[in-house]
């Protein structure tokens, strides 16, 4: 590998590297694959390092009607969240901000229904914004 090639490819990494540690990233907070059917659901926070300003709410495989969700906090503090939305696979919600900025969260709950005539179940994905 010639020597230009070399340091382009070291620079890119470091880069990388660099931006994965960067304030404002999106960093996975827990998933769950949803039943067809109404039901509400609990995501377990276990990341326990640092504050979050924001969260979203990713769907993948199947389809489903968000109803609302309850942010609960570390310090027995919760934020309900009215999405009403309908996620086709591979969509998002829109940005939640959470009241008070820097909140360590302890667990995510949500309400959906699913009416989904395929065979795919939705896999639900919470990230959460430092």
């Known amino acids: 590998m010639k020597k230009e090639n070399l340091l382009l490819a070291v620079s890119f990494f470091a880069i990388c590297l660099l931006c994965s540690f960067a304030p404002g990233n999106w960093i996975n907070l827990g998933s769950r694959q949803v039943d067809f059917k109404i039901d509400h659901d609990v995501i377990p926070v276990t990341f326990r390092e640092g504050y979050f300003t924001a969260i979203k709410v990713e769907v993948e495989r199947g389809a489903l009607n968000m109803h609302k969700c309850i942010i609960h906090f570390e310090n027995g503090g919760k934020q309900e969240v009215q999405l009403r939305h309908y996620f086709s696979p591979t969509s998002n919600s829109r ?35 430092k």
Not at 113 to 123: C, P, R
């Open 95 to 129: 940005v939640v901000d959470l009241k008070g900025n820097k909140r360590h969260i302890d667990r995510i709950e949500f309400w959906y229904d699913t009416k989904s005539t395929g065979k795919k179940k939705a896999f639900v994905t919470v990230w959460g914004k």
